[in-house]
């Protein structure tokens, strides 16, 4: 099979891979039809995640066809068209009994627990993200391994095509996760710092709860016109303008819920800084090196943060409001390629060229050419 792989920082190429075989009887495998390149590949891609190695398979935003199922598996079967949530979940511990898939006990237990620091229980292994998260291959290839696959697995409806289900499994399910621990109410004003693809996503799945106001804190001019001409009714301000903003488009001195997408060490502080006595802080973004709490100009603000590992347990929901024409993502689809133009789509990604917000990558194999 063809599939994208790591040969060093800012090195990938579409090489030739074996094709993958079922492993335990609760595998199946995926012919991929769809996947996608997510801002926390550009970690790997930029050579940051400890464990990622010459030849790994990236990509953990993708969706496809069973085409083999291993003898225990009941949940799908040969010929469904099915979305994977990027974490990968056992469904029986401790924590995934709690849907806390995240903080799966099982799937990361062997090379991603030694690399992770002693002491602090090793995350649910993900897709295509290095030895730190199980050494799993992802799904920028023409097939993959699913293990678990009576876990987490969601049929895709019929009326739903694989570019409105695309982003079910990673970017979306993040932004339904952080809406729905965000706490959002009809009464707040929500600040969402960063309309990215996450940010977007974010902020479709907020303004599903109805709040009294969105403000869109964004630097890039081609995204504010993005955000303009398909939300209308969101306000949008700038990051040098936006605490001001806020305080005047509040009634409490700050924003309700403030939902931080940005990933900057500015944007961090201008998330507690904007949020009112008491607020709700959501930490939705990756970070590249850790960020200090001034926990002395914090005082008195008594501000809750919530963060972690988004669980993908909400992706049947969000297929549902999908088919329902109550969440539409396909206006972030600005670029569409094949797998063998991923290389490029990985430059004009990082880059932010040519107004790029997400690019589709359909893959085709030789059964469906």
Not at 207 to 219: G, Q, S
Not at 268 to 276: T, V
Not at 280 to 307: C, H, Q, R, S
């Amino acid at each position: 099979m063809k599939a994208l792989t790591y040969h060093g920082p800012h090195h990938v190429s579409v090489d030739t891979m074996p094709d993958p075989a079922l492993e335990a009887a609760d595998d199946i495998i995926l012919r991929v039809t769809a996947t996608a390149i997510c801002g926390s590949d550009l970690h790997l891609y930029r050579g940051k995640i400890p464990g990622t190695h010459h030849g790994d398979i990236f990509g953990h935003e993708f969706m496809g066809e069973v085409v083999e199922a291993g003898s225990e598996v009941t949940a799908v079967r040969k010929g469904d068209r099915v979305v994977i949530p990027f974490v990968i979940a056992c469904g029986d511990c401790f924590f995934c009994r709690l849907q806390q898939y995240a903080a799966c006990e099982s799937t990361n237990s062997g090379q991603g627990a030694t690399l992770n620091r002693k002491g602090i229980s090793p995350p649910a292994a993900l897709f295509g993200y290095s030895d730190l998260y199980g050494g799993i291959p992802g799904g920028q290839a023409e097939y993959v391994r699913v293990p678990y696959a009576d876990q987490g697995l969601n049929r895709i409806p019929d009326t739903v095509s694989d570019e409105q289900a695309l982003f079910v499994g990673d970017v979306l399910a993040t932004g339904f996760w952080a809406t729905r621990i965000s706490e959002i109410t009809e009464k707040d004003t929500v600040l969402l710092i960063g309309a990215g693809p996450t940010g977007i996503c974010t902020l479709l799945c907020s303004m599903l709860k109805n709040p009294k106001r969105i403000i869109v804190c964004e630097k890039s001019p081609e995204r504010i016109r993005f955000v303009r001409e398909h939300y209308p009714d969101v306000l949008i301000t700038t990051p040098e303008n936006c605490k001001e903003f806020v305080l005047q488009n509040s009634d409490h001195g700050g924003a309700d819920v403030v939902l931080e997408v940005a990933g900057a060490e500015d944007s961090f502080r201008m998330a507690w800084d904007c949020a009112r006595p008491n607020a709700i802080v959501t930490i939705v973004a990756l970070y590249d090196k850790p960020l200090l709490f001034p926990l002395p100009e914090m005082y008195g603000k008594n501000l809750t943060f919530k963060t972690g590992g988004v669980d993908g347990c909400d992706c049947a929901e969000i297929l549902s409001l999908i088919e329902e024409g109550k969440i539409d993502t396909t206006p972030l689809i600005t670029h569409r390629c094949s797998l063998n133009e991923i290389e490029e789509a990985y430059r004009i990604f990082e880059n932010k060229l040519d107004g790029v917000i997400k690019v589709a990558i359909v893959c085709q194999t030789e059964s469906n050419k």
